[in-house]
C-alpha cells in the first residue's frame, strides 16, 4: 500500500498544474485530468487502510522552474502577488502599460502527516524574487536595446525634443509641409535660409518587451542618454598641485574637452582645492544631422593693381583709381551635426555688382644722397622777413621766410637727415647732409615729417613751418653750411 502511493504521489508531481499571474490579479489554472484520476485513487487507497486518518494537502511552489518550497494554502501566494502588481499600479499609476509577472507553479500534494510549515519562508522568497514586470517599448540603435519607453508615442516625443534641441518647431512644421506639398518653394531672399532636411546618423527601431517598471525613463532623461551617452556625470575635487592639464590627461581628456565641460573655467582660471571639475567624456548614442539652404548677398573684395613708376622715387606712392567692392548672391547648402557646420557648399553664386579695382603708382626711382649743389626754395612761396647779420644785438645765421601759401617745408636740395627733433631756441629742427660739404638747417617747425637716417629727394616735404623754440611768429627758419662754415643762403638759394 506504501509503494502504491509513493508512486501516485510521483505521477502526480510530474503532472504539476501551471499556474500563471496576470496583471488583472486572476489566477487562469490549467489541470491535467489525469492528475485529478491520480489524487482520487490515492485518497481512495487511503480511506480503505484508515479511515480514521486525515490527508493534510499542501502546494510545492516553483518560480520560473526554481524550486521554493511548500505553502499550506495557495492563497497565501496568490493575495501577496496581488498585493505587488496593485502597488506597482499605484507607484506607475501615470503609466499607460500592462503587467506580468513571473511563472509561478503550484504542485499539491496530499500528505499522511503533518508537513512541516513553511510559509512564511517561501511568501518572503516570493518577495523577494519575484518579479513583475510591464510591457514596454525597447528603443534600439543600430540593432541594439539602448533603453526602455512607456510607449510609441513617448519615442516619437524623444526623436521630436532631440530635433527640437537644434532647430525651431516653425522650421520642422515648414519642413513637413514642403515634404507635403508638390508646389515649388519659393526663392528665399537675402539673410532667409530654410530647412532640406532632419535626420538621426543612426537607425533607430523599436520592438515591445516585458520588463521591470524601473527599467523604463521618462523622455526628458532618454534624451539627455541619447546625446550625452550615460546619465551619470563624474566629477573631479581639485587637489593640491593640480593643474588643468594634468587633471584632462588623468582623464582621458584632452585640454579643450576638459574647458568644453566645464565651460565656466578657462585656460588661466586658478584652481582652488576643493574645486568640483566634470570630467565625464560624453559619447552621444546618435547625432542630429541638419541639412539647410541659405540665401546671402555678399561683399566682393576689390584687388590691388600695383604699378612702377620710374618717375616717381622709390618709396613713394600715389593712388591712380580707387577701389571699391562688389556684392554677389551665394546660395549655400549648409550641413551640421548637432548644430556645429561640419561642410558648406556653394550650390549657386550670381554677381550682382563687379568690383572695381584699386591701381596704385609705385616709384622706382632711386633717391640720391648726394645734392645737386643747387638748392631750390624751401616753402611754397612766402617773403624774407629777415636776413642773414646782426640785429637786436645779436648775429641772425640764417634768413626767415614767412607767409608762404601753404605751409610745407622742402627739402632744399637731395641729401639725408642727419638731425631731427627739439633743439632749444631752434625748437623743432632738421639738418640735411647733402653729402658734398653742403648742409641745410630748418627751424621753428609745428611738425617733422622725416627721421634721421632717412634720404630725402630735393623738393620732398620734410616738415611744416611753424612758431617753435624762439620765434616771434609763424616763420622758417633757414641756414646753410659749405664744409662746416655758415654761409649767406641768398647765395646759393634760386
Known amino acids: 500500500m506504501n509503494v502504491q502511493l509513493k508512486e501516485n504521489l510521483t505521477k502526480m508531481t510530474d503532472k504539476a498544474a501551471k499556474i500563471r499571474l496576470h496583471s488583472n490579479g486572476v489566477i487562469k489554472k490549467t489541470i491535467i485530468a489525469t492528475l485529478v484520476v491520480s489524487t482520487i485513487s490515492i485518497n481512495t487507497a487511503f480511506a480503505n487502510t484508515n ?89 534600439k540603435i543600430d540593432g541594439k536595446v539602448v533603453t526602455y519607453l512607456e510607449n510609441q508615442d513617448k519615442v516619437e516625443e524623444v526623436i521630436d525634443q532631440l530635433k527640437l534641441k537644434y532647430v525651431s518647431d516653425k522650421d520642422l512644421e515648414k519642413l513637413q509641409a514642403s515634404a507635403d506639398s508638390e508646389v515649388e518653394a519659393p526663392a528665399l531672399e537675402n539673410g532667409e535660409s530654410r530647412l532640406l532636411d532632419v535626420h538621426l546618423s543612426k ?25 550625452k551617452g550615460t546619465l551619470e556625470e563624474k566629477k573631479y575635487s581639485v587637489k ?48 542630429v544631422v541638419i541639412e539647410k539652404e541659405v540665401f546671402k548677398e555678399e561683399k ?19 593712388v591712380v583709381q580707387e577701389g571699391s567692392e562688389g556684392q554677389k548672391a551665394v546660395t549655400y547648402i549648409i550641413s551640421q551635426v548637432n548644430g556645429q557646420e561640419v561642410s558648406k557648399e556653394v550650390k549657386e553664386e550670381k554677381v550682382l555688382k563687379d568690383p572695381v579695382e584699386k591701381i596704385v603708382h609705385k616709384g622706382t626711382k632711386v633717391v640720391p644722397s648726394r645734392g ?37 617745408i622742402k627739402a ?27 648742409r641745410t638747417v630748418y627751424a621753428h617747425l609745428s611738425s617733422i615729417n622725416v627721421s634721421v637716417g632717412q634720404t630725402v629727394a630735393q623738393g620732398s616735404k620734410i616738415g611744416v613751418m611753424g612758431s617753435t623754440g624762439d620765434s616771434t611768429g609763424t616763420h622758417l627758419h633757414f641756414e646753410v653750411y659749405v664744409n662746416g662754415s655758415l654761409k649767406n643762403p641768398l647765395n646759393y638759394l634760386n
Open 372 to 408: 645737386t649743389g643747387s638748392f631750390i626754395w624751401p616753402t611754397n612761396g612766402g617773403y624774407i622777413s629777415s636776413t642773414m647779420g646782426y640785429r637786436w644785438g645779436n648775429f641772425h645765421k640764417g634768413i626767415d621766410i614767412a607767409r608762404p601759401s601753404n605751409y610745407t
Open 203 to 227: 537607425n533607430v527601431t523599436i520592438s515591445m518587451e516585458n520588463v521591470k517598471p524601473d527599467q523604463i525613463l521618462k523622455t526628458d532623461n532618454v534624451v539627455k542618454l541619447l546625446q
Open 240 to 287: 593640491e598641485g593640480d593643474v588643468l592639464g594634468s587633471i584632462a590627461e588623468d582623464h582621458g581628456l584632452k585640454l579643450k574637452q576638459l574647458l568644453e565641460l566645464n565651460p565656466k573655467i578657462d585656460e588661466d582660471t586658478v584652481l582652488q582645492i576643493g574645486d568640483q571639475l566634470n570630467v565625464t567624456a560624453y559619447e552621444p548614442y546618435l547625432d
Open 300 to 318: 566682393i573684395d576689390y584687388t590691388t593693381k600695383v604699378v612702377e613708376d620710374s618717375s616717381m622715387f622709390k618709396g613713394d606712392s600715389k
Open 51 to 139: 479511515n480514521e486518518s486525515k490527508l493534510q494537502k499542501i502546494y510545492h511552489v516553483y518560480i520560473n522552474d526554481e524550486y521554493l518550497g511548500t505553502v499550506s494554502n495557495k492563497e497565501l501566494v496568490e493575495d501577496l502577488v496581488t498585493e505587488k502588481m496593485n502597488a506597482v499600479k499605484e507607484e506607475y499609476k501615470d503609466y499607460d502599460f500592462s503587467l506580468t509577472t513571473d511563472e509561478i507553479v503550484f504542485v499539491p500534494e496530499q500528505m499522511f502527516r503533518e508537513s512541516k510549515n513553511e510559509d512564511d519562508q517561501v511568501l518572503n522568497e516570493i518577495n523577494n524574487d519575484l518579479a513583475i514586470k510591464v510591457e514596454a517599448v525597447a528603443l
Open 412 to 438: 632744399a636740395d637731395n641729401g639725408k637727415v642727419v638731425s631731427a627733433g627739439w633743439d632749444g631756441d631752434y625748437g623743432n629742427k632738421i639738418v640735411i647732409d647733402h653729402g658734398n660739404g653742403m
